[in-house]
């Protein structure tokens, strides 16, 4: 059993930059591929970006690539969320998400794979 919780997120003007961390606990969390996924209202939950447990391999969706950076920190069980350049359209509810199992440089970027999420940080960007 992995329990996630969100953290840092917030309501900012754009062009700023916030960092989300996603604190997991559980024997086994360091070894868990890592997600950030987000939700804004009447949309589907999309991915974001994903991490290998390895913290060798990472994923970006196209929409944020070049401005946020996924990273890890297997001593601490982190996973941080660095978004900068901050777009209106990157509001929405964030969420963590930890899937086991997998290959240590595996990315997961389907929500459906994923085991553990994390209860979701809210995330508002105004013009």
């Known amino acids: 059993q992995v329990q996630l919780v969100e953290s840092g997120g917030g309501s900012v003007q754009a062009g700023v930059s916030l960092r989300l961390s996603c604190a997991a606990s559980?024997?086994?969390?360091?070894?868990?591929?890592m997600g950030w996924f987000r939700q804004a209202p009447g949309k589907e939950r999309e991915v974001v970006a994903g991490?290998?447990?390895?913290?060798?391999?990472?994923y970006y969706a196209d929409s944020v690539k070049g401005r946020f950076t996924i990273s890890r920190d297997n001593a601490k069980n982190t996973v941080d969320l660095q978004m900068n350049s901050l777009k209106p359209e990157d509001t929405a509810v964030y969420y963590c998400?930890?899937?086991?199992?997998?290959?240590?440089?595996?990315?997961?970027?389907?929500?459906?794979?994923?085991?553990?999420w994390g209860q979701g940080t809210q995330v508002t960007v105004s013009s």
């Open positions: 998400a930890a899937r086991g199992g997998v290959p240590r440089r595996q990315v997961t970027t389907n929500k459906n794979d994923y085991d553990y």
């Open positions: 559980g024997r086994t969390a360091s070894s868990y591929a």
């Open positions: 991490i290998s447990w390895g913290g060798g391999s990472t």
